[in-house]
């Protein structure tokens, strides 16, 4: 120990060595007063106020974000009167091509090329008076509204 300390007689060193204990008599220690309600209450604040903010975030996002996209997907279409003049007894359309089925894409390109404008003149060149009177119901609705 001596050497580790550095220890010098010339300079008026001494050296002492006692034991003591690490730890307190485990024995002398007295059990801690119980606490109130509110210093619970105070020391689990803030993980009250977390849960509940995220409990508010969900409920927003089920509100405003969840709700009409599902609303969205399971709508049912509109009524399309144009489609309804082009859909022949049998549920084919009119100018159904008797040739092999369109795959897919061009099925779906082929619905995407018709303008509004070019389906209204398939209907005109279909049936002039269907036309005419589907022509006529929207101008009666844009009157009343």
Do not use: C, H
């Not at 801690?32 to 409920?59: C, K």
């Not at 082009?86 to 159904?96: C, I, K, N, S």
């Amino acid at each position: 120990m001596r050497t580790a300390a550095g220890f010098s007689e010339a300079r008026g060193d001494q050296l002492q060595v006692s034991a003591v204990p690490f730890a307190p008599d485990a024995t002398s220690l007295e059990p801690l007063q119980p606490q109130g309600v509110l210093a619970i209450i105070s020391n689990q604040l803030g993980t009250v106020i977390n849960a509940l903010l995220v409990l508010v975030v969900a409920t927003l996002m089920i509100w405003f974000g969840l709700r009409p996209a599902v609303k969205a997907l399971t709508a049912k279409p509109e009524r399309d009167p144009i489609n309804e003049l082009l859909q022949g007894p049998d549920g084919e359309g009119v100018d159904a091509p008797e040739e092999e089925e369109l795959s897919l894409i061009d099925g779906i390109k082929a619905r995407l090329g018709k303008t509004p404008q070019a389906r209204l003149e398939q209907v005109v060149d279909y049936d002039e008076e269907k036309a005419a009177e589907l022509l006529k119901q929207w101008l009666l609705q844009g009157q009343k509204a």
